[in-house]
């Protein structure tokens, strides 16, 4: 019966890592009680973990979607859009963007640290 199960869960799905005392609460859920329904504690185990990682960039957008079965995830999007370009363009693009947006927050950080009261200071740093 459990490899019936194990085959429709996605590959990258089965690797992600479940926290042992969530396992063993989730055993002893079900032997408490065989009509327990453990699911919904190993789900939010599986959001917790998913909302500590960031899903920046093209790798991150193809680690996401593997890990609900979705396999050439930005090949077949790059089809689908209005002007149909590679799964390789899609995913520069997407980086160039994220790379720009990064640019863009750091930069905003350097000036807020790098502002002074001093008005000598105030006139060269803008």
Known sequence: M???LVA???KKLRKLLLAAIETAKAIAEI???PNARPGSRVKKVIQNELHKSTCQGSA???ERMGLIGETNFCSRV???IPNPITGIELQKK???IVLRR???VHEADLERK??????ACSMVVS
């Open 114 to 119: 790098v502002s002074c009261h001093i008005p």
């Open 94 to 96: 997407l980086n160039s």
């Open 31 to 33: 032997k408490r009680d």
């Open 2 to 4: 459990l490899s019936g």
């Open 60 to 62: 991150g957008v193809d």
């Open 102 to 104: 990064s640019q863009i």
């Open 8 to 10: 429709n869960v996605p």
């Open 78 to 80: 790059a089809l689908n």
